[in-house]
């Protein structure tokens, strides 16, 4: 089940903002993933395997949420495409990130596009990977986990740095997006194969090194592993497009507000305003599920 928000500017903010430090403990049989845009622009996220997510794409205009349920043993990505254009039978075209024509994707995304990988799991391992290149910011944020659990993404917009040879270039010659060395030069040694296909041979490259001095909680090329993949148990995920990871983040599991971050706004208004303010926002969220 989908439930897309759509609510005031105030009350989003609100709902961002928002840290309840207690709360039901999360279910070990599904992960709820709630999906939000804080860019300027509409996108049109994609998830593959689609099958709990809209069947694999649909639109978030700047402040909406939308929220997932994906049962453990789902194993797939998210991403968002940019610029697109659909008709109303589902056809159409994107800028970044398109998977073919189609507006519930089914396959991968053309890079580039920054990507949220994940693998559900008893111990969940989660990701963000410019791998296949950067076209928007991404954070992954776990709530109420057990484990490591920290939060993973590109906050960093790349597209105003990115190396000319590497830019893709949209309308006015602005950039939309960053390729990766791979992709464009197509070498053993960028793209990780060959005689550079395992972990001590593959390293990191000038360009890499600019993507990870960017994103250091991001994946920069194929064996970047240490400071990249991240694991959790029991937990719920955020998924926010044009976000600082260290942005607090909320989520709605089983009609109850969940959050996670920064513990100032409980400090600033109290035990009873955060009742109150949970209140606001529950009620809200309930008139939409």
């Not at 845009?37 to 593959?48: D, G, L, M, R, S």
Request: with cysteine; aromatic share 10%; glycine share 10%.
């Amino acid at each position: 089940m989908a439930a897309l928000i759509n609510l005031p500017h105030s009350l989003l903010l609100f709902l961002t903002l928002l840290v309840i430090t207690t709360g039901p403990k999360l279910s070990e049989c599904a992960r709820i993933f709630t999906i939000v845009n804080y860019c300027k622009e509409t996108i049109w996220p994609a998830v593959t395997p689609g099958d709990n997510f809209n069947g694999g794409g649909f639109t978030l205009k700047p402040g909406q949420t939308i929220v997932f349920s994906a049962p453990v043993g789902w194993s797939g990505r998210i991403w968002a495409r940019t610029g697109c254009n659909f008709d109303r039978n589902g056809n159409g075209s994107c800028q970044t990130g398109g998977c073919g024509t189609s507006y519930k994707c089914s396959a991968s995304g053309k890079p580039p596009a920054s990507l949220a990988e994940f693998t559900l799991a008893t111990v969940d391992f989660y990701d963000v990977s410019l791998v296949d290149g950067f076209n928007v910011p991404l954070a992954v944020t776990p709530i109420h986990g057990r484990g490591n659990c920290s939060v993973a993404g590109c906050d960093s917009d790349l597209r105003p740095i990115c190396p000319t040879e590497l830019a893709v270039k949209g309308n006015g010659g602005r950039n939309v997006a960053c390729r990766s060395a791979c992709d464009v030069f197509n070498t053993d040694e960028y793209c990780c194969r060959g005689v550079y296909g395992n972990p001590v041979t593959c390293q990191p490259t000038f360009y890499s090194k600019k993507f990870k001095q960017a994103c250091p909680a991001a994946y920069s090329y194929a064996y970047d592993d240490p400071t990249s993949i991240f694991t959790c148990s029991g937990t719920d995920y955020v998924v926010s497009f044009c976000s600082s990871r260290k942005k607090p983040v909320c989520t709605y599991h089983n009609k109850k507000l969940m959050c996670g971050g920064s513990t100032g706004l409980r400090a600033a208004v109290g035990k009873w305003g955060m009742m109150v303010l949970a209140l606001i926002i529950t009620t809200a969220l309930s008139n939409v599920w």
